[in-house]
């Protein structure tokens, strides 16, 4: 009978009860502001990762730029090389102008489709001239080394302004400007011979003979030998060329010159 006891009946169903409270605030969900910020904290980070990435990889595309050298005067017509560089490198190479007409038709359509490649192989004006092809293969070198440097002043320009922006403002003063320097008169036995050259960046860009032998035959050999000569002292950058077959006296005296003219330039 004890255990049907009213008051003992009273006390197990207020124990049952507690222990049914308990147990169910023990299950339910922790949903509170700390669990919430947990759940979300990750996705900012992702977002602003993903805004990272592409600003990254846009900034390291290069440019592509053409650059056309000057004319290049021969004796068969005028020869002008233009260049697509990228990153800094010739890419492409093309002749937008080169003897035309009769024989010069064939030559030009062997020599520079073979020019063009041997430029963009040599990234430089040292390519070799194609046989049968002299005059349109020294054109198209004086016209490619023009537009070299006419791509180098460009890049360099870019480069001292940074350098400038960053503090480094003796960097921009460094840059050197193109300038001529003339010579020493070399006299010869059929007359005297003068070089001028134009340097730029510490090289020759252009040579050119403001006086050479003239009258009578001498004009002949003047015409045949000092294009070639002002070809191969911006080739060779220095003294060190070949005399012109037939215009030995003529060759003597221009190197002479030349190398007075290197000497004025520093080079």
Sequence with gaps: MRKSHPVRRVVLATAATVSGIVLLLSLKPASGPASAQAAGGAAPQQTAASQESPQGGSGQQAGTRTVTGEVAKTQYGPV??????????????????APKGGLSDQKTAMAVPRLNQEAVAAQSARIDAVSGATYTSGGYKQSLQSAIDKAKAASGGAASGSAGASGASGSSGAAAQARTVTGNVAQTQYGPVQVRLTVSGG?????????????????????????????????????????????????TGYKQSLQSALDKAGG
């Design 80 to 97: 002008q090389v233009r260049l697509t560089v990228s990153g800094g490198k010739i890419t492409k190479a093309e002749a937008v102008q």
């Design 203 to 251: 090289k020759i860009t252009k040579a050119e003979a403001v006086q050479a032998p003239k009258g009578g035959l001498s004009d002949q050999k003047t015409a045949m030998a000092v294009p070639k000569l002002n070809q191969e002292a911006v080739s060779a950058q220095s003294a060190n060329i070949d005399a012109v077959s037939g215009a030995t006296y003529t060759s």
